[in-house]
């Protein structure tokens, strides 16, 4: 450093260390007066704490209920169909789109047979990089969802969901929900 710096930077700390002697003085009188006031006082009493009211408590159970982004069926859903309660078939295999929820699935394409038959075929990614080839009568979705229909733009498929309400005999009552999964276009 050069001299003048040197000089400069002594001379700033002794006015700084001037100033703060001023800054130490003992005077805490006015302090202690106030707190030997505050000690004299007699104790208050402390109000109790507000007694607490349980809320009521609620389960909320929206597993097996409908989705609030997907649109609400319309009020004229059967719970029936050809004459017999609809019930998921509970002992069935399931199959391996099953395992994801309906939204979750893309339809990406199709292809069809070059027999006679021509049957066509969704190709379906599952969103964990698999494609899957499925056709009518396949089941897809968490909800019992059975494809009825297979295009080249889409494909027709109806869940079946419960419905919120119990019969006479206290057991679920489902109703079919229909669902389109149109081509997905990732342009």
Avoid at 42 to 67: C, D, M, Q, V, W
Wanted: proline share 7%.
């Amino acid at each position: 450093m050069n001299l003048h710096l040197r000089k400069g930077l002594s001379l700033a700390s002794i006015l700084i260390a001037s100033q703060l002697v001023g800054c130490g003085s003992n005077s805490y009188g006015d302090l202690e007066q106030y707190v030997a006031e505050v000690q004299a006082r007699p104790p208050g009493k402390i109000k109790p704490p507000p007694e607490f009211k349980p809320h009521a408590t609620f389960n909320y159970r929206a597993a097996g209920l409908r989705s609030p982004f997907i649109p609400p069926m319309p009020e004229a859903t059967n719970f029936e169909r050809a004459g017999r309660q609809v019930v998921p078939e509970f002992t069935r295999t399931k199959e391996y789109l099953e395992e994801f929820r309906f939204d979750a699935l893309r339809f990406v394409g199709s292809i069809a047979r070059a027999d006679s038959t021509g049957q066509l075929w969704a190709l379906i990614n599952d969103g964990n990089g698999g494609v899957h080839r499925v056709k009518e009568g396949d089941f897809m979705g968490k909800n019992h969802g059975q494809i009825l229909g297979v295009t080249t733009t889409k494909v027709e498929v109806v869940e079946i969901v419960p419905s919120g309400g119990t019969d006479d005999d206290g057991q679920k009552l489902w109703i079919e929900r229909p669902r389109t999964m149109m081509l997905f276009d990732a342009s």
